[in-house]
């Protein structure tokens, strides 16, 4: 999950990071092209970059306040949903190559969510945070431990990051067991902006 809003224009630089292309197949290609640019897949989903046109149902899901109930800032409206979709349009605006990405549904071919790699500034000391969000229709069936195994083998294998994290609230239950079948850990108690959050994390060695 994301806690807070890491789009904002207050985001601490995260540092420099290992060139990316994208990825589709397990292979490295280049990072633009003509149609929408795939990032990463798994056996049931794609994550592309965002197009404006994903702004309907990018607003479907932030206004629902079931899927952002562990958000501090709740549900948001379509005009602050055009804004982040806006920030994110070429990736996370203080490192291209960190990104909330469209997350589809191979088997339907639909929009399901938005899941990606976030920077932060914990407590001094730059970090990178798998964020993953989906649909409610598609709760319960193991896509968020299968996105975030991807993402914890992308930020390794691809950005050769040595650590990852997730900020989760510390009532979000299932956000806690996503995060653990992705291999993360309970590493700490943390105050994000004034807010209390679980930090769970994983090693590049650990993931091996």
Known sequence: MGLARAWSGSMTPLGSVPEMGRIKGGKTVPARGDGPVIVLETERLLLRRLLPGDLDDRAALYGDPDIRRHFPEGTLTVAETKEELTWFLDGHPE??????????????????????????????????????????????????????????????????????????????????????????????????????????????????
């Not at 195994?149 to 956000?175: C, K, M, Q, W, Y």
């Not at 105050?191 to 959050?197: L, N």
């Open 95 to 208: 490192d291209g190559r960190l990104d909330l990405w469209a997350t589809i549904h191979k088997e339907s071919r639909r929009f399901i969510g938005r899941c990606g790699l976030l920077p932060w500034i914990i407590d001094g000391v730059p970090e990178v945070e798998i964020a993953y969000l989906l649909a409610k229709s598609h709760w319960r069936r193991g896509l968020g431990a299968e996105v975030a195994r991807a993402l914890v083998r992308h930020g390794f294998d691809r950005l050769s990051l040595t650590r990852l994290i997730a900020l989760i609230d510390p009532e979000n239950g299932a956000s806690i067991r996503t995060a653990e079948r992705g291999g993360l850990a309970f590493e700490r108690e943390v105050d994000v902006d004034g807010v209390r959050a679980s930090l769970y994390a994983i090693a590049a060695m650990a993931s091996e």
